[in-house]
Structures are given as structure tokens and as C-alpha cells.
């Protein structure tokens, strides 16, 4: 997929991309089929069509389907510009070989365990942005009303301050703007380490 946007290539090779597509989705196909149709094995899933559709409706193989769906769509009549939307589902082709990894397990675990020390700390780091940028917002908008413009506006402006990237296209002027941004930069770095903490000792676990 990444190939086939370099137009250069693509004409060069185009005859081996379709190939490579059909190849892979025949074999993605029938995994998808197989894994159904033996689904009645697991107790989970044992009455028979029933199970099965069940089966099919789990969130990886929902992921199987939206991997293979592409391929299939211009068969139906779909019509070809929603399929260039469709097409970003083949990226879903590469869940198909993380699922089989016992270190992505332990992550999965992980975050599952932390979930609401995340949640916490990504809602902290929402209500923080909002605050920062709606007191910049009303500093910075007398001296620069076409770059604070609104709250929202200003959001940009806060989400570059607390990952510290700063773009610079937006940025303060007034002392009093300035002295702000530097706090919530150097807020931004602990901020952000929390995550990060959270993850370490729930691996640590």
C-alpha cells in the first residue's frame, strides 16, 4: 500500500501489486472462512450457525473482515471514491500478525489493568489544555486577535506547549503570555512522564 502511492513505482510494478493483492486476500479469505465455519470446536461458540455468527461478530474478526472487505467492494457496486476509504483498512491485515504475539498479550494486559489511571490522567491532561488555553485566549487576544482568534483556536497553541513540540505559528508576545507558556512547557514534560509512569509499573506487575 505504502509502495503503490509512489506513482513511479506503481506503473513499474503494477502488474505485481495486483497479483501480490489477489494472492493475499485468497489466503486471508479462506483463513476468514475456516476460522468461522470450525468455530462450533470452542464451548463458547458450540450451537451451531448461531455460533458461528457469533463468532464472526468478535472484534478480531471484525478486523478480519474489514482487512478483506476492500478488495471486494468494487464486485458489489460500491462506488470507487468511497473505496479509496476502504483501502486504509488493509493496514488492519497487520493486527492479523500482532494478534499471534504473546509480548502484544502483555501490553493488551497492561493496559487493561490501567485503564483508569489513564483515563484519569488523559482527562487531567484535557481539563489542563482547556484551562491553559482559554486563560492564553484571553491574554494574548487584545495584542494578537488574528492568531488567538477564539478558545479553539488557542487549543492549537496548547497542544503544542504541553507535548513541547512548538510549531511556532502560533506563539505569545505579551510578558504576561509568555511567562504562561513557559510554565505550562515545563508542566507539559511531567504531564506527559505520568503515561508513561503509569505503563512502567503496570509492566513492572
Request: net charge neutral.
Amino acid at each position: 500500500m505504502i509502495l503503490e502511492s509512489v506513482e513511479s513505482v506503481y506503473l513499474q510494478y503494477e502488474s505485481f501489486f495486483s497479483i501480490f493483492e489477489v494472492f493475499s486476500v485468497t489466503v486471508f479469505t479462506i483463513e476468514y472462512l475456516v476460522r468461522i465455519w470450525t468455530a462450533n470446536i470452542h464451548p463458547a461458540y458450540k450451537k451451531p450457525l448461531w455460533g458461528n455468527l457469533k463468532f464472526a461478530a468478535t472484534p478480531l474478526l471484525i478486523i478480519d473482515l474489514l482487512a478483506i472487505l476492500p478488495f471486494y467492494l468494487p464486485f458489489l457496486g460500491v462506488d470507487l471514491r468511497l473505496l479509496r476509504v476502504f483501502r486504509i483498512h488493509r493496514l488492519l491485515r497487520l493486527f492479523k500478525i500482532a494478534r499471534y504475539s504473546t509480548a502484544l498479550s502483555h501490553i493488551t494486559s497492561v493496559f487493561r489493568d490501567k485503564k483508569e489511571e489513564l483515563f484519569t490522567a488523559l482527562f487531567f491532561t484535557f481539563l489542563l489544555l482547556v484551562l491553559t488555553a482559554t486563560l492564553m485566549y484571553h491574554i494574548e487576544n487584545p495584542a494578537q486577535p488574528e492568531v488567538f482568534s477564539s478558545i479553539p483556536q488557542t487549543i492549537w497553541w496548547g497542544v503544542a506547549a504541553l507535548t513541547t513540540v512548538g510549531y511556532g505559528d502560533i506563539y505569545p508576545i505579551t510578558p504576561q503570555g509568555q511567562i504562561l507558556g513557559a510554565i505550562i512547557a515545563i508542566i507539559g514534560i511531567g504531564i506527559f512522564a505520568l503515561p508513561a509512569g503509569i505503563l512502567a509499573s503496570g509492566f513492572s506487575e
